[in-house]
């Protein structure tokens, strides 16, 4: 099973494009904090959404929202 939930704050702007099949794609990153004092460190994470999802973030996200993100993971090289 490949399910994660994040909790961060956007740190870009919201990147949406039109597929040539029509459908939106929306990308944008977060920060996401860990750790405390000394042993505090920041993650940036690549978000990216398809179809009405896609819209909706379009719509309601903007840098600097803290926002939930519910998905799998998935890593390129």
């Avoid at 919201?14 to 904090?33: E, L």
């Avoid at 000394?38 to 926002?67: I, M, P, S, W």
């Amino acid at each position: 099973m490949n399910k994660a939930v994040l909790i961060g704050r956007m740190v870009t702007e919201p990147s949406v494009k039109v597929a040539q099949t029509g459908n939106k794609i929306c990308s944008f990153r977060i920060a996401i904090d860990d750790g405390w004092g000394e042993k505090k460190h920041t993650d940036f994470l690549n978000v990216t959404c398809f179809g009405k999802q896609a819209e909706n973030c379009e719509k309601y996200l903007a840098k600097g929202r803290q926002v939930a993100i519910e998905g799998k993971i998935h890593t390129d090289s």
